[in-house]
Structure formats: structure tokens, C-alpha cells
């Protein structure tokens, strides 16, 4: 690690540290050894410009990507009313999140059975869901790791339950409503809530300083509350539709001029030329 700036080495660091969640002082150290920071978040640009350390706003690398128009998914093509579910990547958080799923799908079907439920899984994790699942045999259940094939799959859901992070950047990009959930262990909790100086979890409801998109954590991350939330949204087209909006309004603002990659490449050019 460097401890301090050698003047014939310039050092860029890409991307910033979320100073603005927890430790806002490591911006006077971090200016000993940096010279340029690049920023995914406009709002960050307070926190370093406060300190002096140079920064630029370069737009966030996952709004970059392009969509593949052309993936082939005939098995869903006949499958109406999809609801796709991000149960999260860790072994961690399946294990506390798939019960919760589970009977969440359970109370839906109670109500409505005429939904399909898609869990997006990761090659490592697919055999654990699937466990999770086959326990209890509920008809209108998949599940799918194949990335282009859930690209193409979020694409056509109607809504989303989904693990707080950055696929939830995602989710918004595809213009899909959704909802955010997460659960972790009681002593994890308590130090996020001690270390963390963040009213909300979702990116898009910390830069609207409101939610925007519902967040239910913890104690109520809960088979019941996702369900009164997915259901009342479901059947409130107005509300998904301002949801909409402010997020596409909110994502206008994530992105670049021209691309993350290109902004990053032509701040590291102005160094070297």
C-alpha cells in the first residue's frame, strides 16, 4: 500500500471508497497518497472536493452495458405474469432468504396462482436453491443462471424481488418495479447499523434521500411483508409507473457523457501525454 505520493507516479483510483456510508475521514488520508479519484455517484464529489483531492464523475460501468436484443428463450415465451427473484449470490443469504422466499410464493399463490416465479441464480449457488425448492414442489418455480438468459428473462418480468446490491442496479436499468429485501444474522446487523451513517441500503433510494423503492431489512424481511408489498403494487399500475419514472429520472444522472470506460480512459491519457 502506498503511504505517500511519489511525485513521478501519478495514482488514479478507480472507483471510490463509499466514504459517504461509513469512515467519511479516510478522504485526509487517502489525499496523501492520490492524486485523482473517479467517482461513480455525483453526490460522492462533495466528500473529496470538501478535502481537495481531485475527482471526476465518470458514470457507473454496469449502465454501460448493451443489451442483447437476440437471446433465445422459447421455454419462457409462454410463461405470463413473471416475477423474477434475486435471492443473493452468498451461501449466507440463500440460506436466509430462500425460507422467506418460499413462503412469500407460497401466500402469493394462495391469493393468485397465476404468477411464475424465476430465481436468478449464479452457477455456484444453483444446487442450493434448487434444495431449498424441491422440498416443498411448488409448480410455478424455475430457476436460471445462465447471465444472458436472465438478462433476457428480467426483461420480460412484470416485477422483482430482489437482495440488496448492485443487481438491483440492474433490475432498474431494465425498467422492471421491484422491491428490495435483505436479512442477515442479529450481530451483523447490529454493527451495520453502528458503522454504517446511511438512512437506506438501495442506491437509488440514497441518492433520492427517500424510498423510492421500497426496502424491507431484517425483522421485516418477512414472508408476509414482501407479500402485502408485491401484491399491493401489483395491483396499483399508478404507483409502478411513478416508480418508474423516478428511477429512470435517477439513472439519467448515473450516467456519462459518453461511457465509463471511455471517461476513465481519457482522465488516465491526460496523465500520461
Known amino acids: 500500500m502506498l503511504y505517500e505520493k511519489n511525485s513521478k507516479i ?10 459517504w456510508a461509513w469512515r467519511e475521514g479516510r478522504v485526509k488520508k487517502m489525499k496523501e497518497f492520490l492524486d485523482h479519484i473517479l467517482l461513480l455517484f ?3 464529489k462533495e466528500y473529496f472536493d470538501k478535502e481537495k483531492l481531485t475527482n471526476t464523475f465518470v458514470g457507473h460501468p454496469l449502465l454501460d452495458k448493451k443489451i442483447n436484443e437476440n437471446i433465445q428463450i422459447d421455454q419462457f415465451l ?3 405474469n413473471i416475477i423474477s427473484i434475486f435471492p443473493g449470490s452468498r451461501t449466507s443469504e440463500i440460506k436466509h432468504h430462500m425460507p422467506i422466499l418460499i413462503n412469500f410464493i407460497k401466500k402469493m399463490n394462495i391469493k393468485d396462482s397465476n404468477y411464475n416465479f424465476i430465481f436468478h441464480a449464479t452457477e455456484k449457488n444453483k444446487e442450493l436453491i434448487l434444495k431449498y425448492l424441491s422440498k416443498v414442489q411448488i409448480q410455478n418455480t424455475e430457476i436460471i443462471n445462465d447471465d444472458k438468459i436472465k438478462t433476457a428473462v428480467l426483461k420480460k418480468s412484470i416485477f422483482a424481488v430482489v437482495k440488496s ?3 438491483s442496479l440492474e433490475v432498474c ?3 422492471v418495479p421491484s422491491i428490495i429485501i435483505y436479512k442477515m444474522n442479529f450481530v451483523n446487523f447490529f454493527l451495520a447499523k453502528l458503522l ?16 423510492v423503492i421500497p426496502e424491507l431489512i ?3 424481511c418477512n414472508a408476509e411483508e414482501i407479500f402485502k408489498s408485491v401484491h399491493y403494487f401489483l395491483k396499483k399500475p399508478d404507483l409502478i409507473n ?3 419514472e423516478e428511477i429512470k429520472k435517477t439513472l439519467e444522472t448515473l450516467t456519462s457523457p459518453s461511457s465509463s470506460s471511455k471517461e476513465v480512459s481519457n482522465i488516465i491519457l491526460s496523465y500520461i501525454s
Request: net charge positive.
Open 42 to 44: 455525483k453526490f460522492e
Open 196 to 211: 454504517l451513517n446511511i438512512k437506506f441500503v438501495n442506491m437509488i433510494n440514497i441518492i433520492n434521500n427517500k424510498e
Open 242 to 244: 411513478k416508480q418508474k
Open 78 to 80: 409462454n410463461k405470463k
Open 218 to 220: 431484517q425483522s421485516e
Open 10 to 19: 501519478k495514482t488514479i483510483h478507480f472507483i471510490a471508497p463509499k466514504v
Open 173 to 175: 436499468k431494465m425498467n
Open 165 to 167: 446490491g448492485t443487481v
